[in-house]
Nanobody, 119 residues
Framework: QVRLVESGGGLVQAGGSLKLSCAATGDTACIQTMGWYRQSPGKERELVATISTSGNTAYANSAKGRFTISRDNAKNTVYLQMNNLKPEDTANYYC?????????????WGQGTQVTVSS
């Protein structure tokens, strides 16, 4: 099992910045890919960014150029640096971890952290 705990959300004005953190515990050696997703009321959860163990990253078009995902494997922590925030970035942000433990796959989610961007 992998448990994920997010932190760093809050209220920020448009154009401001926030840095989200997600610490993983449990079977952290099984984790391969970590990522951030977000969901607003009435909308489907969407991918924001992912990062592999080796550091390869992928971003949603809405995040490119503004958000940066990073990872500290020694600390089992993934980060999301969000710059130039926009009101449409307002959402609950969830941390995700995917991988395999022996022959079993893992797909864990954090509880979410709220990001609210005011105009």
């Amino acid at each position: 099992q992998v448990r994920l705990v997010e932190s760093g959300g809050g209220l920020v004005q448009a154009g401001g910045s926030l840095k989200l953190s997600c610490a993983a515990t449990g079977d952290t050696a099984c984790i391969q890919t970590m990522g951030w997703y977000r969901q607003s009321p009435g909308k489907e959860r969407e991918l924001v960014a992912t990062i592999s163990t080796s550091g390869n990253t992928a971003y949603a078009n809405s995040a490119k150029g503004r958000f940066t995902i990073s990872r500290d494997n020694a600390k089992n922590t993934v980060y999301l640096q969000m710059n130039n925030l926009k009101p449409e970035d307002t959402a609950n942000y969830y941390c995700n971890a995917k991988g395999r433990c022996e022959r079993r796959g893992i797909n864990g989610w954090g509880q979410g952290t709220q990001v609210t961007v005011s105009s």
